[in-house]
């Protein structure tokens, strides 16, 4: 038989072991909780006729201005961590418009936008930083049949009116060349007509998606 003093050690090691199980474990609702906590991710669709998709080239000696007015896309923010949401958006080639029906054809053609085989330009986020008032977006850009990295500056969302309505706006820039538009022309004073980089602008309105049940 085991001696009632080492019997009564036994128990103390059993009740100090029971203890510590019970203060350094979290109680069984609380994981529950955790792991049933409900998403914060809420969709927000572009509002395309309060938004506004336009693009600058240097040509010449000046800066050209043209736009996209075809364009579609979706923000799945997540309120509680902003890293976690991501960007979808889509552009109709052919909607390119620089005021000048011979020179939108142009870009619509084979040496720049080739839409009757590529009609759709899409970026899809991969990664989303935060910083003091801006995030910064990596996604891929497929321009041309041509998939790319692209980063993108969003400023932080604010508020519009009504409450379920959100603004974006968002720069960035794109190398022409690395999508297979290489197209230029020597001008007679030297150099060549366009430049390469692309600067884009968005500024974007975006609704919140409704859920079925609230429609």
């Not at 799945?76 to 390119?96: C, K």
Request: charge should be positive.
């Amino acid at each position: 038989m085991t001696p009632p003093r080492r019997r009564c050690d036994v128990a103390a090691r059993s009740c100090a072991v029971l203890f510590a199980m019970a203060t350094l474990s979290p109680p069984l609702q609380v994981v529950a909780g955790i792991q049933d906590r409900p998403t914060t991710i809420r969709t927000y669709v572009i509002v395309p006729n309060q938004s506004e998709l336009t693009f600058q080239i240097r040509h010449g000696i000046r800066q050209f201005v043209g736009r996209f007015t075809d364009f579609s896309g979706e923000i799945n923010l997540d309120h509680s961590s902003v890293e976690q949401s991501s960007i979808n958006f889509r552009v109709r080639a052919a909607s390119v418009d620089t005021d000048h029906a011979e020179r939108d054809e142009h870009l619509r053609s084979e040496d720049f936008f080739h839409v009757s085989r590529f009609p759709k330009i899409v970026f899809r986020s991969t990664r989303i930083r935060s910083h003091a008032e801006t995030f910064e977006v990596t996604g891929d850009l497929m321009l041309r049949g041509v998939t790319k990295s692209t980063i993108v500056t969003v400023r932080t969302p604010e508020l519009g009116s009504p409450s379920r309505l959100l603004r974006f706006s968002v720069h960035g820039s794109v190398n022409r060349r690395d999508h297979g538009m290489i197209w230029n022309r020597f001008i007679d004073r030297g150099g060549v007509l366009l430049g390469d980089q692309v600067i884009l602008a968005m500024s974007l309105t975006t609704r919140l998606r409704e859920s079925p049940s609230a429609q």
